[in-house]
């Protein structure tokens, strides 16, 4: 089992509209849950960042994890052209007490809003 | 606002050449990472380096592989010999607290071996 599956879309919405995406992940063990936008060619941008279970909420953007069904979700609202991009979901995994670790990246989802 | 800046944005190299990928973290970070991406695939993990030594490694970083931080302010990427497969936006990143908290990534550094 993968540690970390998204679906990689592609999505396509018209503008306005609400976007949900998702991923699952396999090691109840994790904590810390980012999202990350990507533009084509370009370095992750980060989103997103939620610790343990719970919503988050940034202007137009939410981020909710279940840790019970290890199920992160990120909700777009009133999403615009500007939204399109892929979206990444990464967990962390975290060694020892000085914070060593690397991020665990899902696949990515591409997003596309039209006008 | 402070960014990750990395050079060169692309480079075409023969197969089996070196390369050196350069990359400046931002200032008060401790922690430092190179990342690869494949173009349709997923960011994968190469590597970590806090406290001036590697802290982690996949599988993907062998023994072609070695980072450096040579001047406390540059953080680099050497692949001694390389293969057609290395092709890939290779990023760098840095963070100040380590992988639980925020890691801001660089523009990358698109490599192509032929």
């Known amino acids: 089992q993968k540690e970390v599956e998204q679906d990689p879309g592609p999505l396509s919405v018209p503008e306005g509209a609400i976007v949900s995406l998702n991923c699952t992940y396999s090691?109840?063990?994790?904590?810390?849950f980012m999202w990350y936008r990507q533009y084509s060619r370009k370095g992750p941008e980060l989103l997103m960042y939620?610790?343990?279970?719970g919503n988050k909420e940034d202007g137009r953007f939410t981020a909710q994890v279940d840790k019970s069904s290890k199920y992160i979700s990120l909700f777009i609202r009133d999403s615009q052209p500007s939204d399109s991009a892929t979206y990444l979901c990464a967990i962390a995994d975290i060694h020892g007490s000085s914070n060593t670790g690397k991020l665990i990246f899902g696949q990515g989802t591409t997003l596309q809003v039209k006008p | 606002e402070p960014e990750v800046t990395q050079t060169p944005s692309h480079q075409v190299t023969q197969m089996g050449q070196e390369v050196i990928l350069r990359c400046v973290p931002i200032?008060?970070?401790?922690?430092f990472y190179w990342y690869r991406q494949i173009l349709g695939q997923k960011v994968e993990f190469l590597v970590s380096?806090?406290?001036?030594?590697?802290?982690?490694k996949s599988e993907i970083f062998d023994d072609q592989f070695s980072v450096e931080r040579p001047d406390g302010s540059n953080f680099t990427l050497k692949i001694r010999s390389t293969k057609l497969e290395d092709s890939a936006m290779y990023f760098c990143?840095?963070?100040?607290?380590?992988?639980?908290?925020?890691?801001?990534f660089g523009e990358g550094s698109w490599l192509t071996v032929v």
């Open positions: 090691n109840s063990a994790f904590q810390y």
């Open positions: 939620t610790y343990s279970s």
């Open positions: 380096f806090y406290n001036n030594e590697i802290s982690e």
């Open positions: 200032s008060n970070h401790l922690y």
């Open positions: 990143a840095s963070s100040t607290q380590g992988a639980g908290n925020t890691i801001y």
